[in-house]
Each structure stands twice: as structure tokens, then as C-alpha cells.
């Protein structure tokens, strides 16, 4: 096994004297140096006061900055700014000379000597300033009007339009990406979005369902796309974009496509040079495909005021914490755009006058990338000069990303440690469990935080604040990187339907699982839910003052509720789900999110469950798990009377897992065919090879019923269901009991009850859980 970071001491470490001194010696700095004391004094002052947030009534929350109602944009001089177009063009006026858009040169592919997998190879960054993008999008929304797109017109529901009012964007996260956007904002035309690792049919849906004339692609897609042209009549026009395509390869230039016209990115921009038609507040701005998991994509309307109230809250949250300087940043780009975090996150940085940096997940580090010296000769390792990753290269000091990636950033560094001497070893313990505690407490650790500046090598060495989002962070991953990475390391909360606005933890909160007080757009409320029992089997209410089997107090717990201008328009052209989804409550609109939550005394949102089943895993996938139980419901090893199969994920797995009531007939077969021995039916369940077996057979299933690659299970634990069916009401079921309504394993209606299967099977779920971690 390898070296994992732990902030709990190990004996070897309390043993040793050094291991003291060292401790003993941060903290006598700590108190020698006057400017850190004022920070845990502050914040010490926030917890006593608990104003993070206030409470308008019981189970209300709203931001402090907040007290007349959600804002628009922060005081001052963004305060006239009413839409996306409007930000950004103050931006490119305020900040015109500074960077804005930098972009690695593409050079092809190189494959190391013994290397499994080819990486990309780069050469040097070019930069665009404000001043530049912002003629680049104007030219580029000018070419649109000119290819045939009609502006939205005004005062009028967009999903009344039936005109040319829209274009798609199918492309990874990269500089034409966004200057798309910002160019078709300009002249007050929508931008439907569409995640590239999508397939085709996704693509397809999104084009039919808002009549999309124009595609945005990469140079590759090209013909995907053409080949759609008879499933998609509205489509006219292909832009192709040359994101990670080599000179060579577009100098041959793109495939034929009869009855199609397609253009490069840069052709657009020469054909018009047609004045703005700026948008209103009410015009749309994005529709926003969901990658979904089942079904087809649900298309989320953002208007321009969700949009600019959304970049609002994060000014706002900047000003607030003063944890980021207006001008001085540096965003490393690489989430896919078609994230509303993402996306959000790329405009707020843009209000701010921040730099930002293009990169893809896989080319952040060397693992994926390499780069070429003008000499000619390539160069793999992550060091200066001519760093191979994005994250060296660019040298952010902001940086998002889903829990996977820090967690990738955590792992890297402990293989690394792992690979080192045993003094490195020792040394890095004792600074990262005294740091931890340090940050715990609310004290800075000066002399540690002076030894983890070469682990935040690693990062690029400037990073100030780091955000996760998109699904919970493990808390030894929050942990790890708050304290290695030497920075604040902080959660956020928000879904697309709520245009990434929610909360968001304050740079000075050390606590873990914690996502902050809401932010200035939007008021939060808890919903009594009484149909979701916790783990002591009591419901959720607005009213509770105690949370979980040790009682941690709270200021209310229930169905999280989100209103403000932040919140979005509905789902487009599903009406029925906007009405199931969006309601009228005590005169406020409110999107019901399905995440259960309480509020902690101090003001904050801490989530604890979930209402609805649908899951998002590390990645930041969604599973369905109640469409996935009845999918595999279906196969033939599966005893539906039993119980059927329970499927599991959270957002600490790569994949899903199940528990699975298996029909011993169909299994008792299979092992008469192998000449399987076995003494008993439950000995049989436990056998590797019968647990493969059904997983197999499971997983045909799931893909014949056009499950998502991340809804196919990676493991499985198997019931017999020989037991007993009832038993006393003080004894809970064995493992190889059915599940049953009377033993509490079904609900009365025979629907999983999660929870408490959760809790009957606790050291089996850990071990199975595992399972669907990629080492």
C-alpha cells in the first residue's frame, strides 16, 4: 500500500521528540507574528455572532450582504451592468489592455519510448487582451446575423419563437468557446450548450429541440455533425473551430458536406461588421443541455438576468471576502464550458479582470501533455522553463474543479512521497498534521506553510483560493489540499437549474463538508421532509435543533429550497416538469433542488442526504439510481420478490455498486455448469467467481437497456435471501435475509429503504463501496 497523508498523528510521529520541538516551533512563530493573529480573531468573531447569514424566519436564510433582497450586481461601479452583455463590455473597457485569453499551440502527438498512451504535445502560449477578445466577439456575433441568425425579439416567451434565434455549442472548454458566447450575446441570439462527450443522438436532441440553424464544433466533428442534417432540418451551417487540431491537419482542409455550409471560427468574424443589439434582462441567454442520465437532455433557460445575478453573487462573495484582487488574477480554464460552474466561473473571473488560461482535464499536468524546446527536443518533465501541463504553464491563482481532480492532485503528490526517502517522509508528516491542526483551530502555521511551498510546486506555486463543486468533497481530499496546498480550500453549492448560485464557503472556514452561507443572489429555505428518514430514523425538519446519532446542533433541517433572480427560467418545452420542479411559495419562486440539508448555527448550509435518487459521482456524472434498480431488476439472476437490487454511489466513487438478492435457481444452474463445489446457498453467494458472474450478467442487462457508461456497475455483494423474512422487531435482518417490509429493508409500499439497509449492512456497504474507487 502507499503512502496516504493523515492529520491524525501516527504513534511513530507522538513518540518521537522531534516531532515535538517542530510543533512547538510553528506555534511560538505563530504567536511572535502579529498579522496572522488578526485573521483567527476575526473569525473567531464571526462564530460568536453567527452572521453569515441571517434568518428571516424559521428555515430562512439569506445572505448578510442581502438584507433588502437579492441583488443584481454589488454596489459601486458594476451596479449598471443588467445583463452578460453589459458585464462583459465594461470589463473589456476597464481592463482593455490586460490578458485575457491565453492559449497553448498545438503541436500533434508524441509517444515516450515504452509509453502506453500518446500525449499531447505543446509549444508556447499566445495571449489575447480584453481589447482584442472583445473585437473578436463582436466580429464573430456580427458573422452569425450575417450566416442567417435572427436576434430575440423583445418582450416576447422564447419558447413562442420559432425564427433562427439560436446556435449550438459542442465543443470543448477553449477561447473560441467563450468568445462565442459573449459574440452571440452581443446581438441578443441564445447559445444552446452541449457537453462534447456527449454522443451524437445528445447533439441531435438538443438541434430539433430548439432549432438550432448553426453548429459550433471542433474540426474533427465536422462530419458527425454534417451526417445529422437529415435528422435536423433546421441545421444549415457548420463553424468549426480548431481546438487541439494541428496546423497540418487543417491546411487539408475540412470534409465535404453536401447541403451543408461550413466556415471556420475565423471566417465568421470577417463577414459583418454589424452594430451590437444588446439584450434585455428578460432575453434569453443559454440553454443549457444537462448530460443527464437517462432520457433525453433537459434543457435548462438561463436568462441574461440569472446569468448577470449569478456573476453577481461571486463579485459580490470576491469583494466580500477580499480573497481575490480585481485585475489581478489568473483562471486556468479546463472544466467543460458546458458546466454551469464552469461557465459562471469563467464570466465572474472576466467581471473581475482576471487572465484566463485554456486547458483540457487530461493536458492540467505532464501525465498527459509534453512540450516542445525551440530546440526541438521534448521536454516531459513538470518543470520550468517549458513546463509540459497547463497548470505550470499558466500558474493560476484560481483554480475550480470537481472533488475527482483534487483528488487526482492528492494522489499525485502522495505516490510521489510515497517514491521518496523516509526523512522526506517523516517531514512532510509532521508539517501536515501540525498544519491541519493549526487550520482547525483557526491559527495559520507559518513555518509549515513555508515547507508546503514545494507541494504547491505542483500546482503551479501562486494559487490563493481553490474551489470544488459539482458533488461533495471527500473530507480527507478538503483536508489535504487546504493544508498541503498551503491556501483556502473551499466548497460551493449550486445546480444548473439555480445558474450555479447557492453557497458558498468563506475563504476562512476550515471546517470540512461545509458548503458556506448563501450567496448575495439568491434566499434559501429548508422544507420539512418527513418522507426521508436519517440514520436514527427521524425526518427531516425545518424545526430541528440536533442533527445525527451525536447530536450536532443545528438551526433546521429539510428539502433545501433555492429562490432569487439567480434561479432559472424552467426546463424548455417541458412544462410539466418546470411546475413539478419550480412552485410559488409564500409569494417567492422557489426551485425545489431535492437535496437535503441543514443549516449549521453560524448560518452556514451543510447537505446530508438526498430526497430525489439521482446521484452524482466523483466525476461529476449523474446516476439515476431508481431507473438503474429497474433496469437490472430485469435479468434473470435477480429475485424481485426479495428484495431486488439496491444500487450505490456517492460522490467519493468513479462507479456505482450494488447489492443484489440474487435467484439462487439461475446461480445454483450457472455452478452445475462450471463444476462449482459449494456447501451452502449463502457460500455460494461469497465465491468472487459467482459475484462476477452476476455483475456480467447485470451489466448485459444495463446495456441493453441503454444505461449510461457510468451507470454500469464496477461490483456487486450478493444476498441469497435464505433467511428469515421477519424477525423480532429489536433484532434487525442478517445479511442473507430477503428484504421485506417487516424487517425494514422495504419501505410499506416494497420500495428500497435505503438508509437503513445502509445501516443494517455497514461493514459489507464499506468494503463493496471500494469497489467502485479506482485506485
Request: hydrophobic content about 40%; overall charge neutral; charged content about 20%.
Amino acid at each position: 500500500m502507499g503512502f496516504v497523508a493523515s492529520s491524525t498523528p501516527s504513534t511513530a510521529l507522538l513518540l518521537n521528540p522531534c516531532s515535538w520541538l517542530l510543533w512547538a516551533l510553528d506555534s511560538v512563530l505563530w504567536c511572535l507574528l502579529p498579522i496572522p493573529l488578526l485573521g483567527p480573531l476575526e473569525m473567531c468573531m464571526k462564530f460568536a455572532k453567527g452572521n453569515y447569514s441571517t434568518a428571516e424566519k424559521v428555515g430562512q436564510r439569506v445572505n448578510v450582504t442581502c438584507e433588502q433582497g437579492p441583488i443584481s450586481l454589488p454596489k459601486g461601479e458594476y451596479s449598471e451592468c443588467t445583463t452578460v452583455h453589459e458585464l462583459m463590455q465594461f470589463s473589456f473597457a476597464k481592463f482593455a489592455s490586460k490578458n485575457l485569453f491565453g492559449t497553448r499551440k498545438y503541436l500533434g502527438e508524441y509517444k515516450p519510448e515504452g509509453a502506453r498512451f500518446p500525449l499531447k504535445k505543446f509549444g508556447d502560449s499566445s495571449w489575447m487582451t480584453y481589447r482584442e477578445v472583445q473585437a473578436r466577439a463582436a466580429s464573430f456575433g456580427a458573422g452569425l446575423c450575417a450566416l442567417g441568425c435572427v436576434p430575440q425579439p423583445v418582450n416576447k416567451d422564447y419558447e413562442e419563437m420559432t425564427g433562427p434565434h439560436t446556435i449550438l455549442l459542442w465543443e470543448d472548454t477553449c477561447a473560441e468557446w467563450l468568445t462565442a458566447l459573449i459574440g452571440a450575446g452581443g446581438q441578443s441570439i441564445a447559445v444552446a450548450t452541449s457537453y462534447a462527450t456527449l454522443g451524437i443522438e445528445a447533439v441531435s436532441e438538443a438541434l430539433n429541440n430548439s432549432q438550432c440553424p448553426i453548429v459550433v464544433c471542433n474540426f474533427t466533428k465536422i462530419a458527425e455533425c454534417a451526417a445529422l442534417k437529415s435528422k435536423c432540418p433546421s441545421l444549415t451551417t457548420v463553424i468549426y473551430t480548431t481546438n487541439l487540431v494541428t496546423d497540418a491537419d487543417v491546411a487539408k482542409g475540412p470534409p465535404a458536406c453536401p447541403g451543408l455550409r461550413v466556415i471556420s471560427f475565423d471566417e465568421v468574424c470577417t463577414l459583418s461588421t454589424k452594430d451590437y443589439t444588446p439584450p434585455e434582462p428578460s432575453t434569453m441567454s443559454v440553454i443549457m443541455y444537462t448530460s443527464g442520465s437517462t432520457g433525453k437532455p433537459k434543457g435548462v433557460k438561463i436568462k441574461h438576468e440569472s446569468f448577470i445575478a449569478s456573476c453577481a453573487g461571486f463579485l459580490e462573495w470576491i469583494m466580500q471576502t477580499g480573497s481575490l484582487k480585481l485585475g489581478e488574477e489568473t483562471y486556468l480554464a479546463y472544466l467543460p464550458a458546458a458546466h454551469i460552474l464552469e461557465l459562471v466561473a469563467e464570466h465572474a473571473m472576466v467581471g473581475g479582470g482576471a487572465a484566463i488560461g485554456f486547458a483540457s482535464p487530461q493536458t492540467i499536468s505532464s501525465k498527459g501533455a509534453c512540450r516542445e524546446r525551440p530546440d526541438g527536443t521534448i521536454n516531459l518533465k513538470p518543470e520550468w522553463p517549458y513546463p509540459p501541463g497547463a497548470i505550470q504553464e499558466f500558474k493560476p491563482t484560481v483554480l475550480a474543479g470537481v472533488p475527482k481532480i483534487w483528488d487526482i492532485f492528492k494522489k499525485g503528490v502522495e505516490d510521489k512521497l510515497g517514491k521518496g526517502s523516509p526523512l522526506t517522509r517523516y517531514l512532510f508528516e509532521v508539517a501536515f498534521t501540525g498544519r491541519a491542526l493549526a487550520l482547525s483551530q483557526g491559527r495559520d502555521s507559518p513555518l509549515f506553510k513555508l515547507l508546503f511551498k514545494k507541494v504547491a510546486q505542483v500546482a503551479g506555486g501562486r494559487l490563493k483560493l481553490g474551489i470544488t463543486g459539482g458533488g461533495p468533497c471527500a473530507s480527507d481530499v478538503q483536508t489535504f489540499v487546504r493544508t498541503a496546498f498551503a491556501m483556502p480550500f473551499i466548497q460551493g453549492y449550486a445546480l444548473t437549474e439555480t445558474c450555479c448560485a447557492g453557497a458558498v464557503q468563506l475563504p476562512d472556514d476550515a471546517r470540512d463538508g461545509v458548503v458556506g452561507p448563501p450567496l448575495a443572489s439568491v434566499r434559501v429555505r429548508l422544507n420539512d421532509c418527513r418522507e426521508v428518514l436519517d440514520s436514527t430514523a427521524k425526518p427531516y425538519l425545518t424545526t430541528d435543533t440536533f442533527h445525527g446519532p451525536n447530536g450536532t446542533a443545528c438551526a433546521g433541517r429539510g428539502e433545501i429550497w433555492i429562490s432569487g433572480t439567480s434561479v432559472s427560467a424552467g426546463y424548455f418545452k417541458m412544462p410539466e416538469k418546470t411546475a413539478e420542479e419550480f412552485i410559488t411559495y409564500e409569494g417567492k419562486r422557489w426551485f425545489k433542488t431535492g437535496d437535503i440539508g441543514l443549516f449549521t448555527t453560524d448560518g452556514c448550509i451543510r447537505i446530508v442526504d438526498r430526497l430525489k435518487n439521482l446521484i452524482k459521482l466523483k466525476g461529476g456524472e449523474y446516476i439515476a439510481i431508481e431507473n438503474m434498480e429497474a433496469v437490472y431488476g430485469g435479468a434473470g439472476v435477480v429475485n424481485a420478490l426479495n428484495g431486488g437490487v439496491m444500487c450505490y454511489g456517492t460522490g467519493d466513487m468513479d462507479k456505482p455498486v450494488a447489492l443484489v438478492q440474487v435467484e439462487m435457481g439461475a446461480v445454483k444452474k450457472w455452478a452445475a455448469e462450471q463444476n462449482i463445489s459449494y456447501a451452502t446457498p449463502e457460500a455460494l453467494c461469497e465465491l468472487p467467481a459467482t459475484e462476477k458472474y452476476v455483475l456480467d450478467e447485470l451489466n448485459k442487462i444495463g446495456k441493453a437497456g441503454k444505461l449510461g457508461a457510468n451507470e454500469i456497475l464496477a461490483a456487486v455483494k450478493l444476498h441469497a435471501g435464505t433467511g428469515e423474512p421477519t424477525r423480532g422487531a429489536d433484532v434487525p435482518p442478517q445479511f442473507h435475509d430477503p428484504w421485506t417490509p417487516q424487517n425494514g429493508a422495504l419501505t410499506a409500499t416494497n420500495k428500497i429503504n435505503r438508509k437503513p439497509i445502509e445501516q443494517f449492512f455497514k461493514s459489507e456497504m464499506k468494503v463493496l463501496a471500494a469497489k467502485g474507487i479506482r485506485p
